[in-house]
């Protein structure tokens, strides 16, 4: 049965951190054993970790194309792990799935954190009696736990994170088996085609949302997060709530609620802002030629600053995200407070920070795979970053380092004072070519000032320079030869992959014989949306 993960991403650290990771070139059954109880023990509520053997590595990345395992070792190995798993007190047992990559055959064991914490391991295989040892991961190393770590790994004992435990109030049809392998193809994991022909309840138990007896096999709570429609049938309020300040009054504003999948929420959210928000500016300067540009927010910082939030809160709590946008700032509010031994003096000091310990060590998986957020102690530095590269002062992090953490990223702050005060400041709503695709399909708002600016620049850069001149040229009715000849290029297949297929994609040209594209006959002319693309594109 495949993993619920792709596994080229894993192997090269870009949706699990390297800590979770061991390749092995070889099979060495007395690492693995230990490194099976350092994961299952998960001290960091990291969610467990994979062991790849057959992959070397030089300096902690892996060494491709892959040294690979002999065909008629897999099975040999595979036995040897459940024997492995018997040695284990208590017993616990791995997802093993072989899989070709590079034409080599390796294996993958994904180790998820166990239920029933501590683990212990032989600390050796030999055949006299060997003492047993828990073992637990210390950066990318497999140890004995001794000292504070064993009080600490002791003090988890049946401790189980809220994301991981079973909803007793929930049954498997309350999970949706179209979220489920949405999210499959989307990471392009090789269960996404299995899952066509499994039951229904293996599919769940395989991607680790569902636990229990065959008999009552239940949903866990990440899963009832992610893919059930309506989450906050179990998890009151959990939802991300945004405020539209038109000052600082309290009075005058308007709200948005986002609901369902968890993923679903924090889309739509970054999606409203980004549209709604977030726009250009370009300062032209009278002293000289070049002009500046900047946004008002970075995307880059509040997309890291959200997913964050939707990573770190607590969803026993019945409270939701609370998102405040001002004329001056834009502010983060969740809860409770972070996980010890982070507090507010560590926020607020420090531009880096690698958490001890998460609380919720099923959503972030999810969240990485998806690439909503981004690996373990990244956060910080990317929403500093993206307001230093914006030109943004940086951001507030507060807390009482109990029930909340608010994060504050201010507006670019604009100077037209002094010697810039014939400066010129244009702002518009684009940011993106959905956005320009939108308003130009008649649902988008008023373009406001230098649009045009910002629109030519968007549309060359993310399609081609030829985009007004094939506009132009299909005003009216016009075969391809005519319509490439308006624009200087000859009629090639090459050109019209090129050039005009993503107009046509977009809606901006239509074709006569929209069925059968390759019509002896076949015309083009330019849409609506088109025309007012064209419009734009001349500043008119």
Not at 21 to 28: A, D, F, R, S, Y
Not at 331 to 350: A, F, R, W
Request: aromatic residues 8%.
């Amino acid at each position: 049965m495949a993993l619920p993960v792709n596994i080229e991403e894993l192997i090269h650290g870009n949706t699990v951190e390297w800590e979770r990771i061991e390749l092995k070139q070889g099979w060495n059954p007395e690492d693995v054993i230990h490194s099976m109880c350092a994961f299952a023990n998960d001290i960091n509520n990291w969610g467990g970790g994979y062991i790849i053997v057959g992959v070397a590595e030089d300096n902690g990345q892996p060494v491709l194309p892959p040294a690979g395992i002999q065909q008629e070792q897999l099975d040999v190995i595979q036995k040897k792990i459940v024997e492995l798993c018997h040695k284990l007190r208590p017993q616990y047992f791995p997802i093993v799935q072989p899989y070709l990559l590079n034409g080599r055959h390796i294996l993958v064991i994904w180790c998820p954190a166990g239920d029933n914490r501590p683990y212990e391991a032989p600390d050796g295989l030999g055949k006299q009696a060997v003492s047993y040892s828990p073992y637990i991961r210390m950066t990318s190393n497999s140890i004995k736990a001794r000292g504070s770590n064993l009080t600490r790994l002791q003090e988890l004992a049946a401790r189980i994170p809220f994301d991981d435990r079973i909803n007793n109030q929930a049954s498997l049809e309350d999970l949706d088996l179209g979220l489920m392998r949405e999210y499959l193809s989307e990471i392009k994991s090789n269960l996404y085609e299995e899952s066509a022909k499994m039951e229904f309840p293996d599919l769940c138990k395989a991607m680790l949302i569902a636990k229990g007896p065959a008999e009552d096999i239940r949903p866990v709570n990440v899963g009832l997060l992610f893919f059930s429609r309506n989450p906050e049938h179990f998890f009151p309020r959990t939802q991300i709530e945004l405020v539209l300040h038109d000052d600082d009054s309290g009075k005058n504003f308007k709200e948005v609620y986002f609901k369902g999948p968890l993923q679903k929420q924090l889309r739509d959210c970054l999606s409203y802002i980004r549209t709604n928000i977030i726009a250009e500016q370009v300062v032209k300067h009278a002293d000289r030629a070049e002009a500046e540009r900047f946004y008002n927010y970075p995307f880059e910082a509040i997309e890291e600053a959200m997913s964050n939030a939707v990573y770190h809160k607590s969803y026993e709590l019945g409270s939701p995200i609370e998102v405040q946008v001002f004329p001056d700032r834009i502010t983060i509010l969740s809860y409770p407070g972070p996980v010890p031994p982070v507090n507010g003096e560590v926020l607020s000091t420090q531009k880096r920070i690698i958490a001890r310990e998460y609380r919720n060590r099923r959503i972030g998986d999810f969240l990485k795979e998806l690439k909503l957020t981004e690996g373990r102690g990244t956060g910080f530095p990317a929403i500093y970053n993206a307001l230093e590269a914006n030109g943004s002062p940086e951001p507030t992090f507060e807390t009482d380092d109990a029930s909340y953490v608010l994060v504050t990223i201010p507006a670019h702050a604009v100077d037209l004072a002094g010697d810039g005060a014939n400066d010129q400041v244009e702002t518009n709503v684009f940011s993106t070519l959905e956005d320009i695709v939108v308003f130009c399909d008649g649902a988008g708002d008023g373009a406001g000032d230098g649009a045009g600016v910002a629109a030519r620049r968007i549309v060359e850069e993310e399609l081609h320079d030829k985009v007004e001149g094939l506009l132009d040229g299909a005003t009216g009715w016009v075969s391809r030869e005519e319509l490439f000849e308006s624009i200087g290029l000859s009629n090639h297949s090459s050109n019209r992959k090129r050039y005009l297929d993503p107009v046509i994609d977009l809606g901006m040209i239509t074709m006569e014989y929209p069925d059968t594209p390759t019509h002896p006959k076949q015309r083009y002319k330019t849409t609506t949306s088109g025309q007012r693309l064209l419009t734009l594109l001349r500043g008119e």
